[in-house]
């Protein structure tokens, strides 16, 4: 019985996979569900084109293979933590703004728990790296509301209220001045319109400006590549809210994607 309960201990906050999957690649690792790292290298293989449900499941069953063939891998009937760039309610895919459009209304979940042979569930990629940056990065013990805001292909965004996720919250795709946010305002937007990052930081100004005024938030947090380049385009903007880059950087949905599993499966805090 003492046994027992000292085994229920040590498996909490234990190393699992967290696999994030991207519009150009699909990255794994193992995370440090005490510290909000990972631990080695990630791994890392091109999306494949067309990204379908089925080869995509495919590159994610290989890099979890790849992963638990390490000698410090977690046991191999542990759950798995996945991300998905779109609406993800009850392990469904619900949108799919830049991702293959076969994926609507596919069940992630109960096909990559199937491919995969372990328990899988799956998140919102914007949504893992705001519950990795509200624990262990730029949001940690901030009180009310925090917005996540990635700036990449698309902009995604996490919606925190005392460290607690509420899920989905698709802030990218406000409709300002007569367009979809993101299809301006997003990182990819910037280089395909050839903007500098003055001229960007206009319309991010405009962006969060508008987000500031409809939630009043404690904090934003920018995440996505370009956080990185923060100095660029921060300084540019005012706003009454404080607004800081954040701080995990590329591995954000990777540990995002570990928490949010450990949490489902009670094996976190
Ligand atoms: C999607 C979001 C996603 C974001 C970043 C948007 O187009 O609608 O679900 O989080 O891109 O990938």
Redesign the pocket.
Known sequence: MILAKKDEKSKKNAPLIGIDIGGTGIKGGIVDLKKGKLIGDRVRFPTPQPSTPESVAEVVAQVVAELTARPDAPDASSPVGVTF???IQHGVVH?A??VDKSWLEADIDAMLTARLGRPVEVI???DAAGLAEARFGAGEGVAGTVLVI?L??????AFIFDGKLVPNA?L??LEIDGFDA?TKASAVARERDGLSWEQYSVLLQRYFSHVEFLFSPELFIVGGGISKRADEYLPHMKLRTPIVPAELKNDAGIVGAAIEIALKHKLAK
């Open positions: 760039p779109g609406i949108s703004a830049n919102n990629d914007a990635t990449g292909t698309g902009i995604g965004s698709e990218g795709h993101e």
